[in-house]
Nanobody, 115 residues
Framework: QVQLVESGGGLVQPGDSLRLSCAASGFIFSSAWMSWVRQAPGKGLEWVAGIDDSGNPTNYADSVKGRFAISRDNANNTLYLQMNSLNPEDTAVYYC????????RGRGTQVTVSS
């Protein structure tokens, strides 16, 4: 079955950077489009970024465009999200998802941006 395990979250200060990782298994990762989605406290799921099976980013949410970069390593079945210039509005649980929607997705990793 599809397994997605996110890591790399933490508590950072505004302006800092983080790189999230997602280890994928249970499906042919190199053939799957992938996404990052997030859920801020008290809010619904928000799609953040997508990438095609070849490693080309498909799109970014306006709120992260120019600050976040999605990438993948098909040899190691791993998805990444490089997050720069973080601000408190980026505080959320970040999930990687198979495909271009919200599910299936992993259990998430918490990112907290606070001074």
């Amino acid at each position: 079955q599809v397994q997605l395990v996110e890591s790399g979250g933490g508590l950072v200060q505004p302006g800092d950077s983080l790189r999230l990782s997602c280890a994928a298994s249970g499906f042919i990762f190199s053939s799957a489009w992938m996404s990052w989605v997030r859920q801020a406290p008290g809010k619904g799921l928000e799609w953040v970024a997508g990438i095609d099976d070849s490693g080309n980013p498909t799109n970014y949410a306006d709120s992260v465009k120019g600050r976040f970069a999605i990438s993948r390593d098909n040899a190691n079945n791993t998805l990444y999200l490089q997050m720069n210039s973080l601000n408190p509005e980026d505080t959320a649980v970040y999930y990687c998802a198979k495909g271009i929607s919200y599910a299936p997705r992993g259990r998430g990793t918490q990112v907290t941006v606070s001074s």
